[in-house]
């Protein structure tokens, strides 16, 4: 869900970005006056909200159909919500897609779209896939995409006075419109985090929506255990096969496309569906995924910078609402942890940090031992050797290359003591059941599923274009082959694996190699202060 939020939003930011800041340069190179800034300001919100919704069913590979060809009981919760609000029915899509997920777009409630991928419907039964659509008709009847647009148009216009004060020089005001730019910089910067705090609300919000509309909160508290930790195993073949042939050929007549979401254009949520594990086990695994969200101090601060509440709050949130109405929780979310996770925190933060203590350290010992001495080389040849040394000693820390031992996802996202700087290196065996992004055709991620849950394989090359060129004529290759996958296992809050190496049944091997170049390129700024050293005591320089 995160990341689906991330990309989509990262998408239409470039989309726009190129407009904007063409039209921001002329501004500045006119001399606009701020009235006139704030109007092409609100201008572009305009633009981004009135064509998002087209951008969105451009970019993913969507196939539109009628809800009851997929489920009656969507198509009746649907039917029922519209007819009880005044609404005309949401258009209805599905994206082939194995990896589970679901979210909602569009202009105001009488021309929304509500999306599901199929991976979602292979591993919902009935009453959790009634959850996961009345939590996206919640985000319609609350108005959410209005509501986010009108949120994310006061950072814009903040930022606008901050650039566009902050050129006076010579006016006898100058200083006091300086100091009204730099308030508005600081409110911009706090105008963020209370955008991102109203996303999260409305989240909760669409849950209880959800909850009630239902009368099954626990349908939408084990779908959140599902998409947000993949402890979804694969059903039996046939199984499958009853479940969503009907989806399958009710699609095979539609068109398809690819999107991608908007942050304050469409609401996206995370996708519920069903324990497909049975007993103590599954519960089990659940509260261990869980315990990130409420121990790990770096849960705190990514999630003050996430669209979406941490999914164990959520789950604990949908328990309350059980309890009142004289239900069972479906799980018990733990609350006290066993040992203090804070000293794992602070070596992260230190490694982290060990690029900038190098520097700073090189800075000092090149200021004595160079600048000072007017030997300006031997100065410059600190400062690189302390960069590189910290950058390497960050790279050994970040990258661990010791043994790839054998995981599974259920026991996996159940660790604690990891970060996205501090992960465990580790070997999946599974199928790959889909793209990181349902439906983007040059999305460069995948999803892999074992005997026990599915997780994120972050695909990364030290250049971006390669990316992008394995997501559009690569990725697709992998989807649906047996593979054993090799990485880092991280969670920033989401857990995902970020690949080193994949190995396909053909006996080929696909290596990613951006921890390598980083590992070079931390090498050549270390060699470039050694040598620089060397030359700088020989020749006195």
Request: net charge neutral; glycine share 10%; aromatic share 12%.
């Amino acid at each position: 869900m995160a990341r689906l939020a991330l990309y989509s939003g990262l998408t239409l930011a470039l989309l726009f970005a190129l407009l904007f800041a063409v039209a921001t340069a002329v501004l500045w190179a006119l001399e606009a006056p701020l009235w006139l800034a704030l109007v092409v300001a609100l201008f572009f919100a305009g633009l981004q909200y009135a064509i998002s919704p087209f951008i969105i069913q451009w970019v993913h590979k969507i196939d539109w159909v009628t809800p009851d060809s997929i489920d009656s009981g969507i198509a009746s919760l649907i039917r029922s919500v519209c007819h009880e609000h005044g609404l005309r029915e949401p258009r209805f899509g599905v994206i082939s897609d194995g990896n589970p997920n679901a979210f909602t777009f569009g202009h105001y409630p009488g021309n929304a779209r509500v999306v599901i991928t199929t991976g979602l419907l292979e591993v919902c039964d009935h009453e959790q896939r009634r959850a996961v659509v009345a939590h996206e008709m919640g985000h319609i009847i609350h108005w959410d995409f209005v509501v986010m647009t009108v949120a994310a148009t006061v950072p814009l216009i903040l930022y606008y006075i901050y650039r566009f004060g902050s050129r006076v020089r010579s006016r006898r005001d100058g200083g006091v419109v300086l100091a009204v730019a730099l308030g508005a910089f600081i409110a911009y910067l706090i105008s963020q985090y209370i955008v991102l705090l109203l996303s999260r609300v409305r989240e909760y919000y669409a849950d209880e929506f959800s909850a009630h509309t239902t009368h099954n909160p626990n349908a939408l508290a084990t779908g959140l255990v599902k998409i947000a930790y993949g402890l979804a195993r694969s059903r039996p073949p046939a199984e499958k096969e009853e479940q969503v042939v009907a989806a399958s050929a009710g699609m095979k007549p539609f068109g398809i496309f690819d999107a991608t979401f908007g942050k304050s254009m469409a609401v996206a949520t995370a996708g519920a569906y069903g324990l497909t594990d049975d007993g103590a086990q599954a519960t089990t695994h659940a509260a261990d995924a869980m315990k990130w969200d409420l121990w790990n101090p770096w849960a705190f601060f990514m999630e003050l910078r996430s669209t979406h509440p941490l999914p164990a709050k959520r789950i604990r949130a949908l328990g309350n609402i059980a309890e009142r109405m004289g239900q069972a929780r479906a799980f018990v979310v733990p609350d006290r942890a066993p040992e203090s996770y804070w000293d794992e925190f602070g070596m992260d933060l230190l490694a982290s940090a060990l690029p900038l203590i190098g520097l700073v350290v090189g800075l000092a010992v090149g200021v004595g031992l160079g600048f000072a001495q007017a030997m300006p080389v031997t100065g410059f040849a600190c400062i690189a050797l302390g960069l590189g040394i910290g950058w390497l000693a960050k790279l050994a820390f970040t990258y661990p290359m010791g043994r790839f031992g054998p995981g599974r996802v259920a026991s996996l996202v159940g660790e604690i003591k990891v970060s996205g700087i501090r992960p465990i290196p580790v070997r999946l065996e599974g199928q790959v059941i889909g793209r990181g992004i349902p439906g983007l055709y040059w999305g460069d991620d995948l999803v892999v599923q074992d005997d026990s849950g599915f997780m994120l394989m972050q695909y990364r090359q030290p250049i971006g274009i390669l990316e992008f060129l394995f997501g559009l004529f690569r990725a697709d290759s992998f989807i649906g082959q047996q593979v054993i996958a090799e990485g880092w296992y991280r969670r920033a809050p989401v857990p995902y694996l970020e690949l080193w190496k994949v190995y396909l049944p053909s006996g080929e091997i696909h290596t990613c190699h951006n921890w390598a170049f980083a590992f070079i390129a931390a090498l050549a700024v270390m060699g470039i202060g050694v040598l620089g050293g060397l030359l700088g005591m020989i020749g006195g320089i």
